[in-house]
Structure formats: structure tokens, C-alpha cells
């Protein structure tokens, strides 16, 4: 069976961090990339960031560039999304997601969902101003 288990969320202040974790089991881990999307109240969801652990690739939204770093623990099975400078507007429930990723894949389609065949429940990031 298929899991992704998210955990990590919480509720920081405006400039905190946070470091929500993905873990994975059910399906050959080193093949797939990890994405992460989050979905703030009434907005659509979207793409925060991916690692694709085939190729050790990382793709970034512009929202998340140069404060958030994603990494891979293949041992542990398990991604990791390092939130740093956190703003009110970061404020969103954290999905992971896993699909296969070919190296020749367009480089933006790391933030479409139809891309990814398994997804979590999401952890909830709350950023107090």
C-alpha cells in the first residue's frame, strides 16, 4: 500500500522556520519525485517545490526561491522541506505528492499535479504576523 505521510506543520511567527517532513513507503522510492504543493484557504493549490530523487534534481516556485530548501534522506525514505523567513502568506496546508519523473521531462511540469500519482493529507502551516 501506498502511504505519504506528512508532519512537521505547525504555527511559527512571521521570520520562523519550519521543516515539515514527507515519508514514504509503498512504491520504489529512488524512482519517483517528491513534490511539495500547498493550498491556502479559498485559493487553488499549487506547486512549492520537487525533488526528483532519480537524478537529484530540486525546482523551486518563485515564492519559495532563496527561502525554502527541499532535500532527500533516501535511507529514511523521506523529503524534507526547510521553510525559513516565513511570511502570513505562507499561511496554507502542505500536500506531498510522488510521481515518476524522466530526466527529459519539461522542466516546469514539476508543479502540475496530474504529474504525481500519490498524495498525502497535508499538514497544516500556520504563520502568525
Known amino acids: 500500500e501506498v502511504q505519504l505521510a506528512e508532519s512537521g506543520g505547525g504555527l511559527v511567527q512571521a521570520g520562523g522556520s519550519l521543516r515539515p517532513s514527507c515519508a514514504a513507503s509503498g512504491f520504489t522510492f529512488d524512482d519517483y519525485a517528491i513534490g511539495w504543493f500547498r493550498q491556502a484557504p479559498g485559493k487553488e493549490r499549487e506547486g512549492v517545490s520537487c525533488f526528483s530523487n532519480s537524478d537529484g534534481r530540486t525546482f523551486y516556485a518563485d515564492s519559495a526561491k532563496g527561502r525554502f530548501t527541499i532535500s532527500s534522506d533516501k535511507s529514511k525514505k523521506t523529503v524534507y522541506l526547510q521553510m525559513n523567513s516565513l511570511k502570513p502568506e505562507d499561511t496554507a496546508v502542505y500536500y506531498c505528492?510522488?510521481?515518476?519523473?524522466?530526466?527529459?521531462?519539461?522542466?516546469?511540469?514539476?508543479?502540475?499535479?496530474?504529474?504525481?500519482?500519490?498524495w498525502g493529507q497535508g499538514t497544516q502551516v500556520t504563520v502568525s504576523s
Open positions: 505528492a510522488a510521481g515518476p519523473r524522466s530526466s527529459n521531462a519539461p522542466v516546469n511540469s514539476w508543479a502540475l499535479e496530474p504529474e504525481y500519482d500519490y
